[in-house]
């Protein structure tokens, strides 16, 4: 079946660090992929998605670029800062409808230092 | 307009007890979704409503579990009796996209989540 591994956290980092998260993905057919992200005290929220291969999804200054070829969707930005301190969740989803659910892997935890 | 909404945030019940969560989707979406977090590991899915009818339930653990969504409105997650394996995070989503064959934005609204802690 469909599934997601991501790197495992926590991840602490300095204010203005590059960042980089690990996810790479088994599923049949060509899955969307989604970043979502969970700060303190409120629900997740999608961060960013791809929808075919080689598309970029980007937003808030963070990327990721949809590889079929190494069934990856690393999310990265290039200057970290304390407000990026959340719970980052990498998922696909396997169809085209509604009816199709989201899959997410195990999350990662990154902390900001000033 | 106001967001996913999730009672209670928290709850401490002893093993055996029963536990209803309850969901308010945003007003006018069709799809709601519960998920569950355990132990900081995957969010893994547990079913999906579209309006009052299960599209999907295929991942609700066992008869343990009962959801319901009269009226496609609200939804509730009962659990009775609860063990101490099903403590975790249970996160409510809901969503308006085409029911099938139309594009989808992949887009959920998550609520902050109720821990269920089973002692």
């Known amino acids: 079946g469909n599934s997601v591994t991501q790197m495992e956290g926590p991840v602490t980092l300095s204010e203005e660090a590059f960042l980089t998260i690990n996810c790479t993905y088994t599923?049949?057919?060509?899955?969307?992929l989604f970043w979502y992200v969970q700060y303190p005290g409120e629900g997740l929220q999608l961060l960013l998605k791809?929808?075919?291969?080689?598309d970029k999804g980007s937003n808030k200054g963070f990327e990721a670029t949809y590889r079929k070829e190494t069934t990856s969707f690393h999310l990265e930005k290039g200057s970290v800062q304390v407000s990026d301190s959340a719970v980052y969740f990498c998922a696909l989803r396997g169809g085209y409808s509604s009816a199709s659910k989201i899959i997410f892997g195990s999350g990662t935890r990154l902390s900001i230092r000033p | 307009e106001a967001g996913v909404t999730q009672f209670p945030s928290h709850s401490v019940i002893e093993k055996g007890q029963t536990v209803t969560l309850r969901c308010d989707p945003i007003s006018g979406h069709d799809n709601l979704y519960w998920y569950r977090r355990v132990m900081g590991k995957e969010i893994k899915f547990l079913l999906h409503?579209?309006?009052?009818?299960?599209?999907?339930e295929s991942g609700m653990p066992n008869n343990r579990f009962l959801a319901e969504r009269t009226g496609g409105t609200y939804s509730t997650l009962k659990v009775q009796p609860a063990e101490l394996e099903d403590s975790g995070v249970y996160f409510c989503a809901s969503s308006q996209e085409p029911l099938a064959g139309g594009p989808h934005t992949g887009e959920l609204f998550f609520g902050e989540g109720s821990r269920l802690t089973v002692l």
């Open positions: 409503f579209v309006k009052e009818s299960k599209q999907d």
């Open positions: 791809a929808t075919k291969a080689d």
């Open positions: 599923a049949t057919g060509y899955p969307s």
